[in-house]
Each structure stands twice: as C-alpha cells, then as structure tokens.
C-alpha cells in the first residue's frame, strides 16, 4: 500500500514538474564496478520516463533530469540494476554489484516463484543471452548443451523440433519433458519465438518437478514470455541472414572403386556381373551428394519488438518472421508469428493481463517414400546411374536388374517429383487475473488455449525412378485440429512473524485435450504432370479414394499444494503435494499423488561461518515421487475395429459382395497405472570471491517404477510380426551427477565469462519380467542401460587356411577373406540366434558444454562448445553399404579382393556371414563441436540508441572419429545408438546480422 | 470503488470455479466399439467370424505370401528374384528368411482371430451360432495344416485367446494333428453343406471333410483317407466343370461346382486391398519393361510334364494353355505373345505360372495409363480345394490301400475332363501299385500345377528332399524328365523344416529346442 502511494505521488509529482516547463536540473556521475573500475557503456534511465543516456570510456554520465525526486535505474551487463534514488543530488557515483552473487533474482518453479537463493532443488536457470546467439530456430534446439543434465538430440531439417531429455533417457515411451508456457502445460515441444521468451527455468530433479504431479518425470520446462517494459518505450529491431550447408559428405566409392567391389561381390556369389559395373565404358561417375545437397541454402530471421508501459500498464508486441531453407533443395521451415503480451493494475488489488501468440508456421519437408528419405536414398544409390536417363519412362536415372540392380530411389527424383508440406497455425495464449484478496492472501486465475490448425498435403506424381518398380501418382490431404483448454485458481498465502517466512499455496486446476482429423488420399488413377489440383471426384474414379478421420479427448483433473519455510534465510523447506486424475487410464488407477519435500541450508548465513573467499554456500537435499505416462488416450479399453472394403472384411456371394467383419484392434492390459519416479538429489551451490566463482553441483539417484513397456508378444497371440501390448512391468535405476562452474572476470578492461558444465547420468534396467526388448541391432536386458548395442563380434577376416575350421557359421564354409565372428556360447557354430553379445554401449560417459563470453571496448565475442565423450554408434549406414550388393559402398570400405584388403569379402550371397550386422561396424561416437561462434561490434550511437553488428557461425568445427554423415541424430528409444541413416544431419551456418534498439 | 473491486472479485471466482469444473475423467473411444460392447448377437459373431476370413486375403496370406513361398519350394516352381526368394527355392536362407517367418505369424494370427470367435462362442448362450463356430475352427485346422507341414509338429499349442502374457507351450509329437482331427470332426457336425448365393465362399461340411481327408493323407493314414473322401465323393455335392479352364477364368464363382474352398477377392475393389493382393500374382517369364518381374516362374520339368502324351485328339495337354505361359501358349500375357516377352525380355524360365495370374487386370491398366502397372483393380479368386484334387487324393488312398485298379477309374475321371485318355489306353495296360504310385505324381502336377499343393505333396510322399533333383520317370509314357535341379542343395537335416522365427523363440522359450539343423 505504501508503495502504492510513494509511486501515486512520484507520478503526480512529474506531472506537476512538466506543467513547470523547462525546469531541468543537470546530473553527473561516474559507474564502476565494486573494485572501482571504470564500466564504459553503462545505460542509465530516469525512472517512468524515456530520458537516459550511457557512460562513456572513462565510465562518466551527464544526463538531464525534470526533478532531483527523480530515480535512475543503471544496467550494465552482468551486473545488478540498480535503482538509484537521486534524492536532491547533482553529483552521483554508482558502484555495480555484480549480479550472479545476489541470489535475489526470482525464479518461476511452477504455480508461483521464488528467489533463486531459496531454491532447495534442481532447478537449471537458462541464461537467455546466451540462448539468444543461437541461430536455432526453436528453443529446444538452443537448449543444447546449456544445462547440465539436459540432453538434446537434433537434426538440421528445417522446423524440425529437437528432442530434450532431463537426466537421460528413462522411459521405453515417452522422455519428452513437460513443457509449460505461461502457466499452460503442453505436452509438444514448444514451437514459440525464441525472441519472446523472457526466462527459462528447468526443474530438473523430482523434489521440485513435483508440482506437475503425474507429468512430471521426464523434467519440466518452465518458460515465462517477455512482459512491457514499466519504464519507457524500447524498440527493438533484428535481422539477420546468411547460408547453411551440411558440414559433412560422406566418403562413398567413385564408380571404378564402386565397380571393382561390386564385380568382385558377384563373382564370389558365382552370379553374373552387372553390365554397368562389368562395362564402365559408359563413362557415368554419379556424385550423389553433390547432384542433391545444397551448399548455400539461404536463412534470414527478423524480429521486431516493442516494449511499452507505465506504471499501470505494460505491453510487450512481438513480430516476427523466419524462413530458412533446407541444405536439400525443396526443404524449407517458414514462420510468420506475432505476440502480444498485456498486464494493466486495475487498481491497487486487481492484476489482469494476457499473453496471446499467433503463428503461421509451413514445413516443407523431406519426402519420403517407402519410409525412406532422400538422403538416405543419395547415400546409397550406384555411382553408374546418371542422375537424368531421357531414356527412362520419367527420365530420371535409374538401374535395371542385369545393369545396376539398386532399389534406391533416384533421389533428385524423388526431390522433383514428390512434394509436402505442413502448415500449422497456432493460436497461444492466456489471460489471468491476479487479486490482493487480504493482505496477505493473493488469488490467480489463469485460463489458457493451445489452438493448432494443421494442414498437410502430400503428392506426387506417376512415374518410375528406381528399378523394376514403379509407383503410382499420389495425392493426400490432411487437416487436423488440436485444441487444449486449461484453467487454474490458484490461492496462496504469505507471511513472515519475526523470523519465520512461510507461504501456502493451494491449487485447483483442468486440463482438456481435443484432437480431431479428417483426410483422403488418392492413390494412382490421374496421369497429369501438373501435381497441383484439387481432390474431387473427377480427379479420381472412387476406388482410388480412401478417407480417414478420428477424434479424442483427454482430461486431466487436479489439487495441488505447496508449503515453503524459510528461517533466518538459513533454513529452507520446500514441501509439494500433487493429486492427479487422469482419463488415460482405467477408473480403479485412474488418481495418482505425488508428494516432494526439499530442505536447503545457507551455510553463508549463519554467524559461525566465516570464509573470507566464500561469498555463498548452501547445501540442498530433496525427495519427490513424480509420473509418467507415455501412453495414448484410451489405452486400457479394447477396441474392436469393423470395416468395410478396404480395410476388415470379406467378399462373399456370387456378385461382389463386400461383408463387414470385426476383430480386435489391440491387445490391452486393463491394468494401465502410472510410471513413477521416486529420486533423492543433493546439491551443493557455492560462489566464491564476490562471484567471480560460481560452483552449482548436483548428485542424484532414484527408481523408475512401473514402466511401461511396448512388450513384443508371442506371434501365438495374433499379433503379428513385430505385435505389441503395453505394460507397467519394468523397473529402472537412474542416477547421475551435473555441475555447472561459472568463471567471471569483469572488472578488468577485458571482460570475459567462461560457463562450462559437465554431466554424467546413468540408467540401468533393474526388471524386464516379460524379457528383453530389441530394438535395430539392439536389447535392452537386465543389469544395462536401455538399447546396448547387440550383434555378433567381430574378429577379422580369415587370413589363413588353417584358420578355416575353428569357427564356422552353421552350413557355411568359409574362404579366405571371411568375417570371422566371436563364438560367445562356444559351441563350435556362431549363429545369429545364440552367438549375439553387447558391444557397444550408446550411452555418454560425459556430457558437457563449454561457454566463453568476453567483451572489450565495443566488441564482444562468444564461442560455445559442446561435446559427449565415451559413447559407442552402430554405422547403420556404413553396415547398410558394404553388406549388401544393392546399394554403393561406403569410403572406407577395404574388402579383401584378390589376395589384398582387411575388411570381409564382397559378396552379392545375401545369406553370406559377411553380411550379418557384427561389432565391424561400431564406432566411437564421442564429439566435440564448435556449436556457436559470435563476434559483435556495439557501434557506438549511444543517444540515438544501441546498433549491434554481429557475425556468427553454427556448427563450424567437429572433433570426431566417427565415420557416419553427423555422431548428432535422432534414434528410436530401443536403439539410441544405431545411426541408420534416415535422418537430417545437422548443417553448418554462417550468418550476419544486426540489432538496433532504441 | 470498493464495491466495483468486490464485485469483480466475485465476477472472476464464478468464472473460475465454473467455466470448465465439469471435466469428465471418463472418455469412451468414439472411433471404436470395444469390447465390453462387443460379441453380445449373433451379427457380432458374423461380424467376428468375417474378421478371421478378412486375414485370408491379406498378402501375407492367400493373396500373395503363401502361394510364392509354397510354389518355391516345390519341383514346380523356381524364381528370378535374388535374395530371400533365390534363398528360399535353392536351400541357402538363413535364419532371418522372410519366408520362413511370415509364415508363422500369418496362420497364428489367423488362428488368433478364430479363437475370438471359438473361444466367446462357446461360452455364449446365444442361439444360431453353430455353424459360425464350425468354419471358425476349420480355419484353425487350415492354420495348422500348413503350419504342421512347414515347421513339424513341434510348433506352439494354441487352443484359445492369448493374452499378452501367455507363452504356449510346445506340442508333442503327433499331437498336433490329432488336434486338427478333433477341430474338423467337430466342424463337419454342425457346418451345412451350402449358402445362399449371396453367402457363397463360406466354409461348407464339404470343406472340412476335404481338409481332414487332406490332414489323414499327410499322415499316411489312407484308411482314414479312404472312408472320408469316398463319403464325401458319395455326397454328390461337387462335380468337375466340364471346361478345365473356366475354374481360373475372372469371377467364375456361380455354379461352379468343382470348387470346395476358395479365397473370394473382392474384384476391382479398393486400392489398399486389391493392391496389396496380387503383388505376388503377376509374374512374367523374365523382367520386362513394364515392371513386372519373374518372382515366380515354373521349373522346366513342370513345362516337361505336360509334353509327355497327347490328349485324345492328337493335341497338346490342354490344361497346359492355362496352367502355364510358355512357347506353347496360344494364349497372351499382358497382351503379349510368348515370342514378344522371348524378345523383350530376360526369360529366367521357360514357363510361368498362369492361372491366378491377374493377367486381365494388369492388360487393362496397360491399356489405360502409362505403359507401366499399377497394382490395381486386381482381386481373382483363388482356389484352395478342388474337386480335381479330392479325386486324385482319393485314387491315391485306394492306391495305398491296395484298392489299384479302383483307383484309375478316379484318376480317369480327372483325366477324361481334360480330354485325355485313359490310363490304360496310354500306358497300354493298367498299372502296378508301384506304377500308379508314381504315375499319381505326374497326374497330380499336370491336373494341379500352380496351385500351390506340390509342396505337401512332395512332403507326404517322402519325396521332400535332395532326391528332387534326380530325374524322374512317367509310367504310362516311360518318359524320363530331368526334375529339380535346385533340390541338390537341400541340406539333409536342416531343410526338412523352416526354422521357428527367432524372434518367437526370444519371446517364448517353450518352444525351445529350435528345429533340426538350425
């Protein structure tokens, strides 16, 4: 209330100095930092008003004020604002304390925040200047390597999200963390402006992910989106544009290389050669690579903000728009967005405000067929193939049996002929209201909509561009609307007696998720060139046609509460409840409670310490059990799936007479509950020397229980090759350590900070009743971390003739030059079936990410690496190459051709040993990679406002020793080790840009 | 102003407690029925009994999967395609042979989709169901007809629905077909003889005596044979088509009395099936360049048999014509004649297969769009069992039984509809036990080429083995035939049965140990 009146009469009192026109009063004043450096460049602002100025090189200001009643409010990067009353001064000097060791700045955990020294979890606190030089154009991509604990695993494909992982990968479903948005939790990675975010908080360990109850498991990403500035006016402008390339080409055989092995992988199979393999007369020599990828595929992003506000009022407006191009031609990611973010003091009780963001987001993708994808298909097709043939039927490339057996699509074929995209238009936002209901008593209600439109269209035309087959024209339409409403009433207490703090919060909140979609397909029946055209029924004859659609609905309903303590600001209690209901499974396990407690003890603040050097200390422990449930909706009921022609029927009669039939569409436990986690974390923060050192640990362990397992089934239940049901049956151990050191240097001439972090987690199974899971190349057993990499070991090529007969593979007699495998059972005959041994463990030793930010005078460089160390790959591509006589062969390939090579023997046998997956084929899939370079030049325009040049480069350097196209892809959870090729690999970019604000 | 703060206060609280309070927790799938709701009348048996036959002409079955594995492995068939299909018809696959693994997962799928059927039916009060079950259970008896025959009598014993967690156990010796006997005795009991003509191409009683009398061949067991195929030849239910050909021409479904179990394609209907279905069912002689290969092409001894004798007029073996393409041919496939495709393509074999070919399907769509195929509009009915067949098998029972000359009158039935002579005309005088004997294997090939019985034959013969590759001799002509030469690689010990999929094994170590040689 009395700040209410002190600013009441601020505001009265400058309206009544501008009646008194021109009464200016001068002010003087030097900024240093607490060694009495001098800060160049400081902003100073008079307070509620658009006046300021910045300290030139010898740290001095001049500024004219309307008052001397006035306040200054002093910013300098790294450093604490400062609010400076003048109090009747003309002269003022300002000493900046640096900002990392206050401990005072306010962190979102999740139905309210609370000061960053209170914190008593793991709660990663994202520095969102350094997110912003990411030229990422999502979030969780700029995300990589930031945090301690938090994995991210990417492609370069444009508007492709990148998957996050917290504390590694512990769930058989789903391991995405829970986003929330503004207090919206969503289930989908967040497709929002990077520029409009304000902070990013990770709530990493179950203690303090607690709150989000039954999704909380995987970690929550708390993102809060920028509000108005109170102060005054800023403008904000950035643009930049520049070129990205894949960073890598594969080393494959040219085609006199290509054909030696091939000729010499048929005369072993006693087949006859191919005749362009056998004949090379023709001259082709195909580079694959470089007919389909794109060496300067363009990007530019623009951004353009408006701060604005008052007092009473703040508006913060967001425009904002992308379009990156893909390193393949015909890939490209545009968006279009705007936000709009209000909050007004309807008086000194009631808050109201919204945050509302609209995209527009298209993704035109890679195109697959066959499940295939373009780059895979580049990577494997046959030098001896031209890229055009005016011969073939659609005049595209392509083999034939006798010539280049290959059933690789020409890729510049699929890229001309097939096209898709994905438009999606998103509709965000809340509005909330926030009321003083008694002194101590504040109410929030928030009711929220996540709206997303999506539109896809496949299609494609009639042709042939790969041998012996070919496909059908094609046209697909598919649109589908999710819609999610949230709403919240929030009630909170606070208060502090002598020199207890305590609040109570209490929560009601519900969620519903709708989904539906619709679409039709045609499939062959229309011969025109022209791909672009409608669906209707003079396109195609209605056996051609088919059309889909389903809805669903989901509903989570939930109570939450929260209890903090804190005494003396040295003893911390943090104490969540969180009681879940939700409509994904059965009524008799349909509620869930997930309780956390958290203590921390700033050491710091008790009277017996005292270590000069140690600024800050504190010791947190915490325990929380959290959910998960990486199921889809209505996953406990059996369905029973009746249709008619084309899908569960039967003809029967004399005519044609099409019956409807039923079977079962799944095989379902009805006893589908929750996973769960229950985790212990420890954590140690400590700054040292005023906050040039700052050290933030955790160790943490804990069971996974009752996951949920996409258990293969017997064949003997019906299920089909590959059938499986979902089960709460297994059980995991995790446990892992992260720390994050902070090294600042900012009071010499040359500024610099260096941020590195380093983690480790690590996952065994502790329970897989129903046996283990395989995956490519790949099981998960007992006593592992999920997906170790499974095939026979490999042992060098048969070199002598003695050698032949101490292991065989069944009915096989080897030649000289033959893989020779590990015999694990010691049976005398390797197998497939009983000779497979893990070797290879896909899971990182070390994780880490190395941040260095150093500024001097007006030029300011960054450089961020990030790295994993100690983790094994499966070359599925490599193994996909040299196996098999369909497809080219990989550049390092050294088979052992007439009485000279080290790899095994080419051979077009397709039952050969040589071609079965073996530990030939793993690698070491460590890296490190210069993930971000930015140099900046801050011209020196101080009145006018701030012009920043920048220079940055993504992605320039990599240290590997991998082989394959890119040691960063996306993998399937019972496999994360294999690289089987039919990924996007991450591309290099170089970009220049600029950013002006007023 | 405090009274306006208050009642906004008010105004947000209703707001907040009302707007969407009422969320339900509980969701009913609307795409679906489920279970609970389901297997309540007789049209959800229908309806249930209709999803079990829906599986049948999948690709993994009739529709492509099966006829290609069974033709490749028999003296009849050969193939162009390298990989798992050249593995498969020479004896070098592996492990991991598609073949070998579809195979088990098709037919327990569809005994799976039986079981629903069976297993609810049975523990149903409701009335009128008999029959539903009955064909029910003789598509469990077909599954492990088929399954017996390719991987041995020690596969899973399934009788019921499976839950996730149940892991079957393995079957004894012998006690799989004593189970298929008990599902076809119990079937024959309550299945009629014939549908309405809207129902054709349901399961009849005429069927499942077919299928027993077949599983009692399998085993030897002739006098079981014999009593079952003469009491079904006595029903008078099924008799030869007068024209050889009009059992493989399009839709021949009415009247057709020879035919005792088909597969019913839905002709030309939607893509996603009719595309689907014959995928294995245009075969060529050699790859062309309208995308048709040789995936399945016929052994030159299958070509062979039919030049052994002329029929009554002096004129080729008729059946011939239609049972393959080849230089003999006056019929065209996809529009060309045999010395276009000699011409314009790589002939792998001297012959193809032609009666289930969707020749007519494929010619249209030539006709109608690029030049290329399209896999469409196909959806020929294939036949499982004959009447043709059932006389043959019968003639071989007397045979065993001792009953010799008895048996040429049957084997001059099926000879006398394809205008051949009799036996005895073109051998000269009747025959040994040991001559018809092997005299049946030639009848046998020339009557039912392509249609994917050889396979069981050669196993119930004991013929299924490297000595395939030996030539063989007609009796009645004295005609010597070189046979398969692709049997010289059967690996004694090992190829005798397909391997149990790995993957089961992982899952179900009941069914350990694997089969010989694997």
Known sequence: ?998 | MNKSIYKSILLILVIGILTFSCTDLTQVNPNFETEESFWETKEDFYQGLIGAYDFLQTGDMYAGQIQHTLNLLSDEGFTGQLGDPYNLATFSSDLNNEFHVTLWYSFYTLIARSYQVIERGENSDISGIDGIIGEAKFLVALSYYNLITAYGDGIAFVDGIQSASDKPRKAQPGEMWVFTETLLTEAIMVLPKAYSSTEFGRITKGAAQALLAKVHMQQNDYDAAELILSELIGSGQYKLNANYESNFTEELTTGNKEVIFQINFLHNGPQQESDYNWFFRINSPGESSFGIWSDQVATNFALESYLVETDKDGNIDPRLNMSLFSNYSDKTLYGQTWEWWESNANIVSEASFYKFNENVAVLNELNNGSGSVQWKNGGKDMIIIRYADILLLYAEALNENGKTLEAHNYINIVRARANMNNLEVTAGATLSQAELREQIKHERLVELCGEFIRWFDLKRWGEYGPQIANDFTVPATGNIIARDQSFSNFRNGQDELFPIPLDELDLNPNLLPQNPGW
């Open chain 1, 1 to 998: 209330m009395k700040i209410y009146q002190k600013a009441t009469l601020v505001i009265l009192f400058g309206m009544f100095c501008s009646v008194k026109a021109n009464a200016q009063y001068t002010i003087n004043g030097k900024v240093t930092d607490e060694s009495q450096e001098v800060l160049p460049g400081a902003n100073i602002k008079v307070k509620g008003t658009s006046s300021g100025t910045a300290t030139n090189r010898e740290g001095l200001f001049q500024l004219n004020v309307m008052s001397l009643s006035d306040t200054l409010i002093v910013s300098y990067l790294g450093f604490q604002t400062q609010e400076i009353p003048i109090n009747g001064r003309t002269s003022i000097d300002i000493i900046m304390p640096v900002s990392s060791i206050s401990g005072e700045e306010v962190v979102v955990v999740g139905y309210g925040s609370q000061r960053k020294k209170d914190l008593t979890g793991a709660v990663g606190i994202v520095e969102m200047e350094e997110l912003a030089k990411s030229l990422s154009t999502n979030v969780t991509d700029r995300l990589q390597g930031r945090i301690p604990g938090v994995t991210v695993s990417k492609t370069g494909e444009p508007g492709s999200l990148g998957d996050i992982t917290i504390r590694g990968v512990s769930f058989f479903g789903d391991n995405n963390p829970l986003f929330v948005i503004d207090g919206i939790p969503t289930e989908d990675s967040p497709n929002i402006n990077p520029t409009d975010i304000e902070s990013i908080q990770i709530l990493k360990d179950a203690s303090s992910s607690a709150i989000y109850g039954s999704r909380a498991a995987n970690g929550v990403v708390v993102i809060t989106t920028k509000k108005g500035n109170a102060d005054k006016m800023s403008v904000s402008f950035e643009s930049q544009a520049g070129i990205q390339q894949f960073s890598k080409k594969l080393d494959v055989v040219n085609t006199a290389e290509f054909a030696r092995i091939h000729n010499a992988a048929y005369d072993n199979a006693g087949l006859p050669r191919r005749n362009w393999s056998d004949d090379l007369t023709r001259g082709v020599d195909t580079d694959w690579q470089k007919a389909v990828f794109d060496d300067a595929a363009s990007f530019r992003e623009n951004n353009i903000s408006i701060s604005s506000g008052s007092e009473k009022s703040k508006v913060y407006l967001n425009l904002n728009n992308t379009d990156q191009n893909g390193t393949i031609n015909k890939t490209r990611f545009q968006r279009v967005g705007v936000r709009l973010n209000t909050e007004f003091d309807l008086n000194d009780k009631i808050i109201v405000g919204q945050n509302l963001a609209v995209s527009k987001t298209r993704q035109i993708g890679q195109q697959y067929l066959d499940g295939q994808g373009v780059i895979y298909n580049t990577l494997m097709m046959f030098p001896t193939i031209p890229v055009y043939d005016p011969t073939t039927i659609s005049g595209y490339g392509h083999g034939s049996i006798d010539d280049a057996e290959t059933y690789q699509f020409n890729p510049v074929g699929v890229r001309e002929m097939f096209n898709s995209y994905q438009d999606h238009t998103k509709i965000m936002g809340n509005i909330f209201t926030d009321v003083q209901l008694l002194k101590n008593l504040e109410y929030k209600f928030n009711f929220g909509a996540d709206i997303d439109m999506g539109a896809a269209r496949n299609f494609q035309r009639g042709g042939q561009i790969r041998t012996e087959i070919p496909h059908l024209s094609g046209l697909e339409e598919n649109s589908a609307e999710d819609l999610m409403l949230v709403i919240e009433n929030r009630l909170t207490y606070s208060n502090s007696i002598n020199n207890h703090q305590f609040s109570v919060m209490a929560t009601h909140t519900e969620q519903q998720f709708d989904f539906k979609q619709n679409g039709i397909s045609i499939n062959g029946g229309f011969d025109s060139d022209d791909p672009f055209f409608q669906i209707s029924s003079t396109t195609a004859s209605p056996e051609n046609i088919s059309t889909y659609g389903n809805q669903q609905t989901s509903t989570i309903r939930s109570f939450l509460g929260r209890l903090t303590y804190n005494f003396s600001d040295k003893y911390l209690l943090t104490a969540n409840v969180r009681r879940d209901g939700s409509s994904k499974f059965p009524e008799k396990n349909r509620w869930g409670t997930f309780p956390s407690v958290s203590a921390g003890w700033n050491i710091n603040e008790e009277s017996f310490f005292n270590v000069p050097f140690i600024t800050r200390l504190k010791l947190r422990a915490g325990y929380g059990v959290v959910g998960n449930a990486s199921i889809g909706n209505y996953a406990y009921q059996t369905l029973i799936a009746s249709s008619s022609a084309g899908g569960t029927n039967y003809n029967l009669g004399y005519g044609d007479r099409s019956v409807i039939g039923a079977i079962r569409e799944n095989l379902v436990n009805d006893d589908l509950k929750w996973e769960t986690l229950k985790e212990t974390n420890l954590g140690l923060d400590l700054v040292m020397f005023d906050g040039k050192l700052e050290f933030i640990g955790d160790y943490y362990f804990g069971d996974l229980e009752d996951l949920l397992v996409a258990a293969p089934v017997p064949g003997t239940t019906g299920e089909g090759i590959g059938g499986t049901t979902i089960i709460n049956v297994a059980t995991m151990e995790r446990s892992g350590w992260e720390f994050l050191v902070v090294f600042r240097e900012l009071k010499k001439s040359i500024k610099y900070d260096i941020t590195a972090n380093l983690f480790h987690t690590e996952n065994k199974v502790t329970s897989l009743p129903l046996g283990n899971l395989f995956g490519e190349y790949s099981i998960t057993t007992v006593g592992s971390p999920i997906g170790q990499i499974y095939t026979l070991g490999y042992q060098g090529i048969y070199k002598e003739a003695a050698e032949l007969n101490e292991y065989t593979v069944i009915n096989r007699i080897p030649y000289i030059g033959d893989a020779k495998y590990q015999d694990a059972n010691e049976d005398g005959n390797i197998s497939e079936g009983d000779d497979r041994v893990i070797v290879g463990d896909p899971n990182p030793d070390l994780e880490y990410g190395l941040n260095l930010n150093a500024y001097w005078k007006n030029f300011e460089l960054s450089v961020f690496f990030q790295g994993v160390h100690g983790r094994d790959i499966f070359n599925g591509v490599r193994y996909d190459m040299d196996t098999s006589p369909l497809t080219t062969y990989s550049g390092v390939y050294d088979p052992y051709i007439d009485g000279s090579g080290s790899d095994p023997r080419p051979t077009a046998d397709f039952g050969s040993p040589n071609n079965i997956a073996s530990s030939l084929y793993v690698e070491d899939g460590s890296y490190l990679r210069l993930k971000n370079l930015r140099v900046g030049y801050k011209v020196p325009w101080n009145n006018i406002g701030e012009l920043t040049l920048f220079a940055v480069g993504q992605n320039l350097l990599t240290f590997t020793g991998y082989s394959g196209m890119d040691p960063e892809f996306e993998s399937g959870i019972l496999a994360p080790g294999v690289d089987d090729g039919g990924g996007f690999p991450n591309v290099r970019i170089y970009n220049l840009g600029l950013n002006f604000s007023f």
